[in-house]
């Protein structure tokens, strides 16, 4: 018995779809359908055909891009093309790329089997011999290219850099300074702790809590007056430094450079001072608190 010839017909109507279905399957041929050009090339790769229908208009792969990667990979296979919507410059294109022939629709009957016939015949004419299929390129998804990165975080990326290369040993001068206030704060802790079990000095500790409050008072009120023109200056100098920047980036980039040791030795001068209020709190909280009830 002889082997039915397996036609693909490639169309997103199905209508169009059936048509050929109905026609070629009482005529020994096996019908198989694709809606799409990307399905199409996936059962090229997947099995052997003899003759490929596909309409010219399509979502996604049209028609013409069908057949120009088919006649690619497996010239042997002909390709008929099917349209609606005919121009001298797809007709132009599709010959180029070897299509056996064109249907313009409207379709009949006859049409459609005739040219199943004739486009076999002249395939067995050629005595092309059989060799095994090569796969067709699939549908590649378009590659987005990464967006350049900002001429301004670039330019961040360096600035950052050399702040913090010219700091670097302001940062190291300041954790030497700052570890024998360290060690002193944890003794004290625990000294604290050992001092918060017994009632009598949790009401020494709260005296003396007092007593430094109330002779520290007018020291961090005279500090607080002393610290706020600064503060306000800092807080105008940023302000305008955002606007200068906006306009200026390559100033404000200098600026920030010159500035960025009198900022490392700031905090260097007042780190000290900030670690050793910090642990005087946290020494004073566990001092004043209470044991927990056996």
Known sequence: MEALKKVLIVDDDPVVSSSFDRVLSGKGYAVIKAASGAEALEKLNAEHYDLVYTDIRMPGMSGIEVAERVKASQPWLPVVIVTGFGSEENEARATAAGVSAFLHKPLSPEMIEDSAAEALRATEAKETPVVAPAPVA????????PAPAPEGRKSRGFLTNVVLFLASPFIGLGYLLALPFVGFGMIAMLVGKALAANPKAQRVGRTAKNATLFVLSPFI????????????????????????????PKVAGAAKLVVAPFIGLAFIIALPFVGLVAIARMAIKVALKKPAAA
């Open 221 to 248: 009120g005279l500090a607080y007056i002393l610290a706020f023109p600064f503060v306000g200056l800092a807080l105008i100098a940023k302000v305008v430094g955002k606007a200068i920047g906006a306009k200026y």
């Open 138 to 145: 699939p549908v590649a998804e378009p590659a987005v290219a």
